[in-house]
């Protein structure tokens, strides 16, 4: 454990004090609410006598503590609202230690309250809360960072020290929702986005359904899986990496259309598109080919467009983005030979490496031929993909699923879209031939024993069930996130998850053993941590005048019930 700072060894004192008294600094029961700030603050003017016994719980953010009344903001979970609470009313008696002591002394910034009372409007016009009683809710033991907001001489907002370091925020998400309530509008917008989706193909009467995490066989994709083992059965088994051959069984189960958001797990590099652990929406129609599937994918992202933000068009970055129907639509040679003036079509291994050497597109043995135009592909056409965009009819060698073009030899019937440079959605017309099937799976073994760590492997069960019968069928899938990105105008996918996966966190720990060595008792130590010393080689160098003149200081602040060290002793221990 880290030591404590000031803060926070005082905050922990204020606890045991509170509790001292008979205050539970976490009471368990109930606390009523009847109203949110955002309701007082858009409603009091219209409606004020619904506002005269009102109960309303939420964050201190800010205090302003004067003689026999005092001023604070509160936060809920819809913004923030001023207080007022002055010592007559909240201690009526001749008991004045619930304001004087418990409010002014042992609140703090972050602690949670309930508040009862009446909304009114103060002399300089702000709608306030008159605080009749005042309850602690939670004390909050670490000290929030504080931001800080002012307005220059024209009007606009200036914000000092904020919550802003990336890894901070991702870090600890929980204080970037308090201090920066505004990110809440992103996963509110992620919310209904996934929401909308959901009512699209519901009223398709599309069922959505839940399959495995846990895979004995991963599948669906071409990517590294974690690995784990179910001690029970005493077998290996996978986090998935895609579920589409779980819902292709439930097509030939009888189904005629099926969907599912899945999180899933890629064992990959991590970038500002990558996550290991994502959300995938998968969808699979009976019946349908992949041009139908491109109909019903321009309709569906113009509907969510327009439900989160009343038009098709989006901001992102400095782009404006259209998700009015209809979109460009290239074949994945076409689009190669717009952006590179190479047509690649009909090339083999030998001669698209030599295309890769010539555009500078960095490659190795392991490729074959799909990954060497995926390259070329993701190299030189994708970034220059802003608006949304269809490529179509990918060579057979990419994709190990999808059934062969009905018109087109050694293509198959897929596209994806590319829609501010990066790929959102992928779809086929499925392949549903058990025999082209397994030929398909074999052929990625072989590239697996070439090094690809990225190969399919082969699935028995999938290939028993497709010689069961699977109808035509149109599969897709969306990611999810990626999708939030564009539609909250958010750079990177760490800003649309929650709880993105992160490295473990550094902790530059003290090493107390040795300067124990130097005789200094152990409780000092806490003391020295907040003068930032942590090691000997500090310890040593430090003064020893300051040093004893520090430890008395941060002792009388801290309240340690400990004597203070001589001159002599403090030097002692510097030295020796």
Request: one cysteine or more.
């Amino acid at each position: 454990m880290n030591s404590l700072s000031e803060q926070e060894i005082l905050r922990r004192q204020d606890r045991e004090a509170l509790i001292k008294r008979g205050i539970d600094p976490y009471p368990a029961e109930q606390f009523h609410v009847n109203v949110s700030a955002r309701d007082i603050l858009m409603n009091y003017e219209k409606r004020k006598t619904d506002y005269k016994n009102i109960s309303i719980a939420g964050r201190i953010m800010s205090r302003r503590i004067m003689g026999n009344a005092s001023f604070c903001e509160i936060q809920d979970s819809t913004g923030r609202i001023q207080i007022y609470v002055r010592r007559d009313d909240i201690c009526p008696g001749e008991d004045k230690d619930l304001y004087n002591v418990v409010f002014k002394k042992m609140l703090d910034i972050g602690d949670i309250i309930g508040v009862t009372g009446y909304v009114f409007t103060t002399q300089v016009g702000e709608i306030s809360i008159h605080v009749t009683s005042f309850k602690l809710l939670a004390k909050s033991l670490k000290p929030l960072p504080i931001v800080k907001k002012a307005s220059d001489e024209h009007g606009n907002e200036i914000v000092y020290d904020a919550f802003s370091d990336p890894e901070q925020r991702y870090r600890q998400r929980y204080v970037d929702l308090i201090v920066n309530p505004e990110i809440r509008d992103v996963f509110v917008k992620r919310t209904r986005m996934i929401n909308a989706i959901r009512e699209f193909l519901n009223d398709r009467n599309y069922l959505e359904v839940e399959t495995p995490i846990l895979q004995p066989v991963y599948g669906g994709a071409s990517a590294r899986p974690f690995k784990t083992h179910h001690n029970t059965l005493d077998m290996t088994l996978y986090l998935r990496i895609a579920n589409e051959l779980y819902l292709k069984r439930l097509i030939v189960g009888g189904f005629d259309g099926v969907y599912e958001f899945a999180k899933d797990f890629r064992n990959e590099g991590m970038s500002r598109f990558h996550n290991p652990e994502f959300t995938l929406m998968e969808l699979y129609v009976a019946y349908k080919d992949y041009l139908w599937m491109m109909d019903l994918v321009e309709e569906m992202l113009e509907k969510v467009a327009i439900t989160l933000h009343g038009k098709p068009e989006v901001k992102v970055g400095e782009h404006i983005i259209s998700f009015q129907r209809p979109w460009k639509r290239y074949t994945m040679f076409e689009a190669i030979k717009h952006f590179t003036q190479i047509d690649i079509s009909g090339m083999e291994e030998p001669q698209l490496k030599e295309v890769c050497n010539k555009l500078n597109i960095r490659i190795d043995d392991t490729m074959g031929k799909g990954k060497l135009i995926d390259e070329i592909f993701g190299n030189m056409c994708e970034p220059h993909l802003i608006q949304p965009t269809f490529i179509t009819d990918y060579p057979i060698e990419m994709s190990p699923l999808a059934k062969k073009h009905r018109s087109k030899p050694g293509l198959v019937e897929r596209f994806e879209v590319i829609c501010n440079g990066k790929e959102i959605c992928n779809a086929f017309s499925e392949l549903n031939d058990p025999i082209d099937q397994r030929k398909r799976f074999e052929e990625q073994l072989e590239l697996g024993k070439r090094g690809d760590t990225e190969s399919m492997v082969l699935d028995e069960d999938f290939l028993r069930a497709l010689e069961y019968g699977m109808p035509p069928c149109a599969g897709l899938g969306i990611g999810i996130d990626r999708l939030a990105m564009i539609m909250t105008n958010s750079h990177s996918i760490q800003d649309v998850l929650f709880f993105p996966q992160m490295r473990p966190e550094k902790v530059h720990a003290a090493n107390n053993a040795e300067i124990l060595q130097t005789g200094i008792p152990e409780h000092w130590l806490p003391v020295l941590a907040k003068l930032g010393i942590n090691s000997l080689e500090q310890f040593r160098a430090v003064n020893p005048n300051k040093l004893f003149n520090d430890l008395c200081g941060m002792r009388k602040k801290l309240k340690l019930e400990v004597a203070n060290p001589t001159l002599d002793e403090v030097k002692s221990w510097v030295t020796k």
